[in-house]
């Protein structure tokens, strides 16, 4: 099993950025993906999650309006377009599958927002 993501950068308030994850190894389509992200000196926070087949979403209050997440069960691959970006943004963002009592993480991103 591997999640596997990119797009991670410095990026400058009020710009956008997309990270993306690579999913291998178990039956994409099955499970639920989500993002979350650990700033420093934070909890870790679920940003947004989309569901398996019929591909509901749900978003922190703190994105909704800014983040986007999809996903394509073709390629295996959920993305997360950020726009709009904050400093308070600024944190390590990790991939996950989720599916009953299997649970799958991405290796993280840093993704930081500065001027």
């Known amino acids: 099993v591997q999640l596997v993501q990119s797009g991670g950068v410095f990026v400058q308030p009020g710009c956008s950025l997309s990270l993306s994850c690579a999913a291998s190894g178990f039956t994409f389509i099955s499970y639920g993906m989500c993002w979350f992200r650990r700033a420093p000196g934070k909890e870790r926070e679920l940003v947004a999650d989309?569901?398996?087949?019929?591909?509901?979403?749900n978003y922190a209050d703190s994105v909704k309006g800014r983040f986007t997440i999809s996903r394509d069960n073709a390629k295996a691959t959920v993305d997360l377009q950020m726009n709009n970006l904050k400093p308070e943004d600024t944190a390590v963002y990790y991939c996950?599958?989720?599916?009953?009592?299997?649970?799958?993480w991405g290796q993280g991103t840093q993704v930081t927002v500065s001027s």
């Open positions: 996950n599958a989720y599916h009953w009592d299997h649970n799958y």
């Open positions: 989309i569901a398996n087949s019929v591909a509901g979403t």
